[in-house]
């Protein structure tokens, strides 16, 4: 199931919203929708990706988080690889566990390879997922809690093996309707308490089985399409989201939370967001 690589350097993340200390991203340089693999991006395949407009949106999220005390590290954008921008997809972290992901779709295999290879010369340990695919944006950890979205591009059959490699964790799958990629796109947590959530994505029961767990902040599907769900927490109660989801960013305020707003309106057009486009190696 898993490749190992001994351990070497200290990685942590036990929450998606502990304090961000240091983090993968990668400029869409070569960002272009060649295959349109979700809802999103048949939207927008004949309009595709302005590239200069998405590389400095992308530069000033970059830029928040290094004015946040992010350590901002970039992964090699590679001609043949237009998704790369996604970073969050291609690996996470559990507790102090790195898994390098397995992609479902062919478009996107080979990112991993990238990530693997700078883990490797920076004595980065991590494990890479070897039977079935699995994708970071379907993985969602809170503590003990570790909730794995059941996709077209993360498997049940994966999420077992994931979870006999983490037998002090919870693991919990969630069916969603895979139309809206990965798990992320549809469920995000925000605090022990509190997550966001489009409700249209899941079965009833599901809904019903989050809302024991956390305060559910709904987001209508005209802000699902905007990545409502998709935001970032950096820590401290602070969280970065797109200008144009006025009603997600209306109720965080409400709640208590720093809201800030950075246009990624180019780089939504290929159906993912700030989660979508970071991959945390430390959190505090």
């Not at 001994?6 to 200390?21: A, H, M």
């Not at 490699?165 to 469920?187: G, K, R």
């Not at 989050?210 to 987001?219: C, F, P, S, T």
Request: net charge negative; glycine share 6%.
């Amino acid at each position: 199931m898993m490749n190992r690589i001994e351990d070497k350097t200290r990685v942590k993340c036990d929450s998606e919203y502990g304090t961000l200390k240091k983090v993968f991203l990668c400029e869409p340089q070569y960002m272009e929708i060649q295959e349109a693999i979700n809802d999103t991006q048949k939207q927008y395949m004949k309009e595709n990706i302005n590239q200069s407009l998405a590389m400095e949106q992308h530069q000033a999220f970059e830029k928040a988080l290094i004015d946040a005390g992010v350590e901002v590290i970039k992964l090699t954008p590679k001609e043949d690889l237009p998704e790369q921008v996604f970073t969050r997809d291609i690996g996470f972290v559990l507790g102090g566990t790195a898994f390098v992901s397995a992609m479902a779709e062919k478009v996107r295999q080979g990112e991993e390879d990238v990530l693997s290879r700078w883990m490797e010369q920076r004595d980065v340990a991590y494990k890479r997922i070897s039977m079935g695919s699995i994708e970071g944006g379907d993985v969602i950890i809170d503590g003990k809690r570790v909730f794995v979205g059941v996709s077209d591009r993360t498997r049940l059959d994966t999420i077992r093996a994931l979870a006999a490699e983490l037998p002090e964790a919870e693991v919990i799958p969630v069916p969603f309707n895979p139309n809206y990629l990965h798990l992320d796109c549809t469920f995000n947590i925000l605090s022990e308490t509190e997550a966001l959530v489009f409700p249209e994505a899941f079965e009833p029961e599901v809904v019903e089985q989050l809302a024991k767990m956390y305060k559910l902040i709904e987001v209508s599907s005209e802000e699902q399409f905007t990545m409502g769900t998709n935001v970032l927490s950096i820590g401290g109660g602070r969280v970065l989201s797109l200008p144009v989801n006025r009603d997600v960013n209306y109720q965080l305020r409400q709640r208590g939370y720093d809201v800030m707003e950075i246009d990624f309106s180019e780089i939504i057009k290929s159906g993912g967001s700030f989660r979508c486009c970071s991959m945390p190696l430390v959190r505090e």
